[in-house]
């Protein structure tokens, strides 16, 4: 039985990150500008564009514009690689565990369809 920030850590983070590349690379950055600023590799950056990592999660609308405003702010010099963790965090704790976590710990972590583990820990106030 896996706790649900397992999953944070093996989908959601990784699905931000693929969401933030693909964000950067439309403003015209380059790859090597992207894994800088995230401060990843460039062959993971490639990944996280080409759906190798960081696939399969489907954001709602609300994250995903707060991906790409921040997307925004690296590409203008608002925000730097200083900025990743927190808003990293930011984003994430805007994940509604009922619409992309608790699916994840239910498919992932071969949870039952009626489990209610989320809801005994802090995770349902994400």
């Not at 964000?23 to 995230?38: A, F, T, V």
């Not at 996280?48 to 960081?54: M, V």
């Not at 925004?72 to 927190?86: S, W, Y």
């Given at each position: 039985?896996?706790?649900?920030?397992?999953?944070?850590?093996?989908?959601?983070?990784?699905?931000?990150?693929?969401?933030?590349?693909?964000?950067?690379?439309?403003?015209?950055?380059?790859?090597?500008?992207?894994?800088?600023?995230?401060?990843?590799?460039?062959?993971?950056?490639?990944?996280?564009?080409?759906?190798?990592?960081?696939?399969?999660?489907?954001?709602?609308?609300?994250?995903?514009?707060l991906i790409q405003e921040f997307a925004n702010d690296?590409?203008?010099?608002?925000?730097?690689?200083?900025?990743?963790?927190?808003r990293t965090c930011f984003i994430c704790k805007r994940?509604?565990?009922?619409?992309?976590?608790?699916?994840?710990?239910?498919?992932?972590?071969?949870?039952?369809?009626d489990c209610k583990a989320c809801l005994g820990s802090?995770?349902?106030?994400?």
């Amino acid at each position: 039985m896996k706790p649900p920030c397992e999953m944070v850590v093996w989908y959601i983070i990784p699905a931000i990150r693929s969401e933030l590349a693909k964000d950067l690379l439309k403003l015209g950055m380059k790859q090597k500008k992207i894994s800088e600023l995230m401060d990843i590799t460039q062959p993971a950056v490639s990944q996280y564009l080409t759906d190798k990592r960081g696939s399969g999660i489907e954001f709602n609308d609300d994250v995903k514009a707060l991906i790409q405003e921040f997307a925004n702010d690296l590409n203008e010099g608002t925000a730097t690689k200083f900025d990743i963790i927190p808003r990293t965090c930011f984003i994430c704790k805007r994940i509604k565990t009922e619409d992309v976590i608790c699916q994840i710990h239910k498919e992932k972590g071969h949870m039952p369809a009626d489990c209610k583990a989320c809801l005994g820990s802090e995770a349902h106030l994400l």
